[in-house]
């Protein structure tokens, strides 16, 4: 998972709204969002690793994860990340329980973001600094830095949510369509704006944008997830080097 971002008002009828793109090669193998067999996890699967990058639960659990794109700090033989989040929504602990016993190992892994709800706190996590960021109410996001790191793609989808969220009182509110319409902005950052992840220019160009395609890595899934007080709806929409391959809707 590479771009996510969400309205947290937790003392609302609908405490979590999440919109995410998972990016990844094309040739990895890779489940679309369906109930895991023998498990409570609702999600997509990485054949590869067995892992997930977004993924809901009974009583109200969401977890994701994103990757961070430091190319100084990468190690081919670090286990897979994606374990991370299957194994949150397969537990029972707490959001700050959790986050709190992967600590001491996070520097095992290459370095990510991870994102946890347990139906009752939202809560980030910073590998590189091993630190546990308490989330305020309102408009927030994460790609491939730190939380809230002014990528021009993370700015520009919190800018078209909280858009979104204002125009929700209105009579003719947009729905969910407009929602996937921000994740499929496949426009690129002007150089000036790029960051500098230690790679080629070029490189950076074709990451920069929320929907990412070439020729051998793109965007993967668009998801959106709508987390109620007794309920939950997760909605996936599954790409790959062609275009949309499907749709997939769970209620919990």
């Known amino acids: ?8 008002q937790p003392d609302t ?3 979590l709204l999440l919109i995410a793109n998972r990016d990844e090669y094309y040739a990895r193998p890779t489940r679309p969002l369906h109930h895991w067999e023998g498990a409570p996890i609702r999600a997509g699967k990485d054949l590869q690793a067995g892992g997930t990058w977004l993924g809901l639960a009974p009583g109200g659990r969401m977890a994701a994860l994103t990757n961070v794109r430091d190319m100084r700090q990468q190690r081919a033989d670090a286990p897979s990340r994606g374990a991370l989040v ?5 537990g029972q602990s707490s959001a700050s329980q959790y986050l709190e016993s ?3 190992t996070a520097a095992h892994y290459n370095p990510f973001n991870l994102l946890v709800y347990d139906g009752q ?14 989330m305020q109410p309102g408009i927030a996001a994460v790609s491939n830095a730190g939380f809230d790191t002014p990528w021009p793609k993370l700015l520009g989808l919190k800018t078209g ?20 319409a921000l994740l499929a902005d496949n426009a690129p950052a002007p150089d000036a704006q790029l ?8 490189r950076e160009r074709v990451l920069s944008s929320a929907f990412i395609r070439s020729s051998d890595y793109g965007t993967r899934a668009s998801s959106l997830v709508m987390l109620r007080r007794n309920s939950a709806r997760f909605i996936e929409r599954s790409f790959d080097a062609q275009g949309c391959t499907g749709e997939v809707s769970l209620d919990l």
């Open 1 to 8: 998972m590479c771009l996510i971002a969400w309205n947290w």
């Open 121 to 134: 706190t939202l809560l980030g996590f910073e590998s590189q600094a091993a630190r546990i960021v308490a």
């Open 13 to 15: 009828e609908q405490p």
């Open 102 to 104: 992967i600590a001491a």
């Open 86 to 90: 299957s194994d949150f929504l397969s």
């Open 161 to 180: 949510l909280q858009h979104w969220v204002m125009q929700q009182t209105r009579p003719q509110a947009p729905g969910p369509a407009a929602l996937f």
């Open 195 to 202: 960051p500098d992840t230690g790679i080629p220019l070029e």
